[in-house]
């Protein structure tokens, strides 16, 4: 079917050049928002390193990991935390738990 309006043409070879001018746009807005800047002190890296610990652990269906965690009824876990048994799977729960020797090892494998 043809289209007899003056000016379909060029309206549809507009919204053309629109989205030719938008997708560059997107492309840089998509790699600004995937971009993650280095944490700047040992005190962010361990801070990471304990988010990342208990992401793992909770990813593997642990439950309490830390004592600060809430269990499935939505109480804190305290004693009943990974973290206060002996031999349990343990998770980094709080910065200082965080080594000198993990902080450099991070810093190495993320340059």
Do not use: F
């Not at 804190?76 to 080594?99: K, N, Q």
Request: charged share 20%; hydrophobic share 40%; glycine share 8%.
């Amino acid at each position: 079917m043809v289209d007899l309006r003056i000016g379909a043409a060029d309206q549809r070879l507009s919204v053309r050049k629109k989205v030719w001018l938008l997708v560059p746009g997107l492309v840089l807005a998509a790699l600004v928002a995937g971009y993650r800047t280095m944490p700047s002190s040992d005190d962010s890296v361990r801070q990471m390193l304990v988010q990342q610990s208990v992401a793992r652990y909770v990813a593997t269906g642990g439950i309490c990991p830390c004592p600060y965690s809430l269990n499935r009824a939505g109480l804190r876990c305290t004693r009943h935390s990974e973290y206060d048994r002996t031999g349990g799977a343990t998770a980094l729960c709080y910065p200082d738990d965080a080594t000198d020797a993990m902080v450099q090892s991070w810093r190495a494998g993320h340059r």
